[in-house]
């Protein structure tokens, strides 16, 4: 039976609304509507009341009814203006990922540099530092072949030149770059319990939680070796974080929050090995 544009968001909406807060149901809806039906946000307006074929509809509803995230079912995600496969191997990219490559982009000199994003995932830091500055040298490295696979697909897809690395950053040395980039594991395991269903149903464990004792393993690696560093942090560890790079011999160091006023970024050079 056809239904109307309208009425199918009715229906997803109403069920949807078992599982996520009403204006994140909706969200979901419309870019799950303008994907499959290939329709801009205008459209799916201006043919609400036209009734078209939407072969997917019941069986993509139904995986959301059970926590699957959109992206997961609809192959991809939108990060900086970059379209990127993403599957239970990978992250699915996030806002506040955004925010620390713009805060990226506004740090780096007008010269070429060597970078490297660490715990790359579905390549998305990366590749959007190499889309927005194709003079500098991007090298992203992951532990996880499977990531590094879906990484490689999406350089492919946007036509972006990076050296992908298969390397665990933490028992190894990093290559010699002049700016390390990460957005690593930060979750501690005891918040597990409180996040939402589809984040830890579906997304990988490796890329999200951090031993509880230990909550700064991979920065603390990182800092040991690096010349200016620019992380993406657990928001109740701004303070714990700059401390930390303040023993390792960094300077210049910015604490930044992220549009909901959370301590998110961190920015600093190595007093001694800085190389910019």
């Known amino acids: 039976m056809m239904r109307t544009v309208s009425e199918l968001r009715q229906i997803a909406v109403s069920k949807l609304d ?24 205008t459209e799916l307006i201006l043919k609400a009341n036209e009734e078209i074929p939407f072969e997917t509809f019941f069986d993509d509803l139904d ?18 203006g970059l379209e990127l496969m ?22 780096l ?21 190499k889309a927005n500055r194709p003079d500098c040298e991007v090298l992203a490295l992951d532990w996880s072949k499977e990531a590094l696979q879906v990484a490689r697909k999406n350089a492919e897809r946007n036509d972006l030149k990076v050296e992908f690395l298969h390397l665990d950053a933490l028992s190894m040395p990093l290559p ?38 230990d909550p700064l393993l991979f920065y603390r690696q990182m800092a040991r070796q ?9 928001h109740d560890k701004g303070e714990e974080m700059r401390s930390m790079l303040v023993n390792f011999g960094y ?24 190389s910019y």
Request: charged share 20%; with cysteine.
């Open 226 to 234: 690096a010349n200016s560093v620019a992380f993406e942090i657990h």
């Open 109 to 129: 000199p007008k010269h070429a540099i060597r970078i490297l994003d660490v715990g790359t995932g579905s390549g998305a830091i990366a590749l959007a530092l």
């Open 176 to 213: 010699e770059v002049d700016l390390v980039v990460s957005n690593p594991p930060y979750i501690p395991n005891l918040e597990r319990a409180s996040m939402e269903q589809n984040v830890v149903q579906f997304e990988p464990d490796m890329a999200l939680f951090v031993p509880q004792e």
């Open 18 to 41: 078992q599982c996520y807060d009403a204006r994140e149901a909706v969200n979901i809806v419309s870019l799950w509507f303008q994907v499959r039906l290939g329709l801009s946000r």
């Open 63 to 80: 995986r959301l009814l059970k926590n699957e995230p959109i992206q997961h079912i609809l192959g991809s995600a939108d990060f900086y």
């Open 86 to 107: 993403v599957n239970e191997h990978t992250l699915i990219p996030r806002p506040e990922t955004e925010e620390l490559v713009a805060c990226v982009l506004q740090i």
């Open 251 to 274: 300077t210049e160091i910015v604490l930044q929050k992220d549009l909901q006023g959370k301590d998110r970024i961190i920015t600093a050079h190595h007093e001694s090995r800085r």
